[in-house]
Nanobody, 128 residues
Framework: QLQLVESGGGLVQPGGSLTLSCAASGFTLDHATIGWFRQAPGKEREGVSCISSSDGSTYYADSVKGRFTISRDNAKNTVYLQMNSLKPEDTAVYYC?????????????????????WGQGTQVTVSS
């Protein structure tokens, strides 16, 4: 069974940090472009950060630049999203997705498409 599983979400106070993990099973992430997306209530899904398989290039949405860091550990078949200085507006369900032959820009731009492999999502709530 091919699947992605996100973990690491939770409730955190403004200014706090969380690290999300995206683990793959049934396939390897080595050659896939991986993206983190989020969807807040009443809003469309948006691309947060994406990382390539080839040269490790990354893309970040303007809203998270300087606060979030995406990384991958191919040996563990896992991609991470380190989130610092969290704000209430970061509250959303966070999803990871894997697609092949996509640049990081294209990957993150196609937030509304369900193509590729998707996880079930993990809730992140930033509130005092």
């Amino acid at each position: 069974q091919l699947q992605l599983v996100e973990s690491g979400g939770g409730l955190v106070q403004p200014g706090g940090s969380l690290t999300l993990s995206c683990a793959a099973s049934g396939f390897t992430l080595d050659h896939a472009t991986i993206g983190w997306f989020r969807q807040a209530p009443g809003k469309e899904r948006e691309g947060v950060s994406c990382i390539s398989s080839s040269d490790g290039s990354t893309y970040y949405a303007d809203s998270v630049k300087g606060r979030f860091t995406i990384s991958r550990d191919n040996a563990k078949n896992t991609v991470y999203l380190q989130m610092n200085s969290l704000k209430p507006e970061d509250t959303a369900v966070y999803y990871c997705a894997a697609r092949y032959y996509y640049s990081v820009q294209a990957m993150c731009a196609m937030a509304k498409s369900d193509t590729g492999y998707w996880g079930q999502g993990t809730q992140v709530t930033v509130s005092s």
